[in-house]
């Protein structure tokens, strides 16, 4: 989304959908007029009591009925689609744990969670496996079936067009997938964790040393350690400096001088000498691409080789893939919230 209104408009479009007859999601569907109807009717549906908002949410998701924006346009069409495959999923899910609800049903609520989950909601937001809120729906939909599931929660998942990647299903740090409540679990996949963060530091003070051999920097005042783990923990700094640096994410090229790690005074090492201006400056994305003048292009072109730091750590995964299968698995598709929640009124799914 280009306009930023502070929240997801999707997921209130895929709410107000809920709300609405599958019939009438068809005709706002079929082109540009019925989409502009949706939001019309669908203002109006978010603005009542059926749709219930984390604290402080609501007038932000409000302003998302603007049919004159594009971006709006595009949310609602989503929200849709959305809608049409949970109508798809709940009456299969509801089927295998009591009474059926059927597709054309509609619901009694659909809560918006965000960063304040409604209080009728609350206690399905559980604390878990490194994660502060483990179940991850950004919207929970209530069904009135009281022999049956009642709450279905469902995380939604876009892509800009047919053709672009698949949206990132996590966000984590690969090592730090390795979650568990259990501590004695949790003792065994810490070593797991520990020769993952090994490999990835071996891997990446080699290309520091790498960097070094081809002439992107050099150093004075002391001599670059031969510990792997040393090398990874030197810092650079400058009054000029933006922030400070590990060795592997020096920008530019130049001289470092070792005995006095916080204090550097060349500055090509962090900025770039403009041409036309005469002044240092910082580099632009462009410029970061150019192995000529740029130890950041170096080391993005290792990584992006067949000699990967991904490929470093493959001996590891291999080693220990059925604990990372099941920490993926957990995390992505929250297997173990059934055991977090009372699986009689809860389920999960990702659209």
């Not at 770039?272 to 003048?293: C, N, Q, V």
Request: without cysteine.
């Amino acid at each position: 989304m280009t306009i930023n209104i502070g929240v997801e408009p999707t997921e209130i479009m895929a709410s107000v959908a809920m709300l609405m007859k599958p019939s009438d999601l068809k005709a706002y569907s079929k082109n540009h007029q019925g989409l502009i109807n949706f939001i019309k009717e669908g203002k109006k549906l978010a603005a009542g009591s059926k749709v219930v908002y984390s604290s402080g949410t609501k007038d932000k998701f409000l302003k998302a009925f603007n049919s004159s924006e594009r971006d709006f346009l595009k949310a609602a069409a989503v929200g849709i689609s959305a809608a049409n495959s949970i109508r798809e999923w709940v009456p299969v899910r509801s089927k295998e744990s009591g009474k059926p609800i059927s597709a054309t049903a509609i619901p009694t609520k659909v809560f918006l969670t965000g960063d304040s989950w409604p209080a009728e909601v609350k206690d399905f937001q559980v604390k878990a496996y490194g994660f502060q809120s483990y179940n991850s729906s950004d919207i929970i939909i209530q069904w009135k079936n009281p022999k049956g599931l009642s709450f279905y929660g469902v995380s939604l998942k876009q892509k800009p067009s047919v053709t672009s990647n698949d949206p990132t299903l996590i966000n984590k740090a690969f090592d730090s997938v390795l979650q568990s409540d259990s501590p004695k679990e949790l003792k065994e996949l810490n070593k797991i964790k520990d020769q993952v963060i090994q490999a990835r530091t071996d891997y990446f003070a080699k290309v520091v040393r790498q960097a070094v051999k081809a002439g992107y920097i050099k150093f004075k005042g002391g001599s670059l350690p031969s510990d792997n783990d040393e090398l990874m923990k030197i810092t650079i700094d400058a009054e000029f400096a933006e922030k400070p640096m590990k060795l592997i994410n020096i920008k530019g090229k130049g001289t470092i001088d070792l005995s006095k790690p916080k204090r550097q005074s060349n500055q090509s090492l962090f900025k770039i000498l403009d041409k036309s201006t005469k002044k240092w400056r910082e580099f632009l994305r462009g410029e970061m691409l150019d192995k000529k003048i740029s130890m950041r292009a170096f080391v993005n072109a290792k990584i992006a080789s067949d000699d990967s730091v991904f490929n470093a750590m493959i001996p590891v995964m291999n080693k220990y893939s059925n604990e990372f299968a099941k920490s993926l698995l957990n995390l992505v598709l929250k297997q173990n919230l059934y055991e977090e929640l009372d699986e009689n009124t809860f389920a999960f799914a990702l659209v």
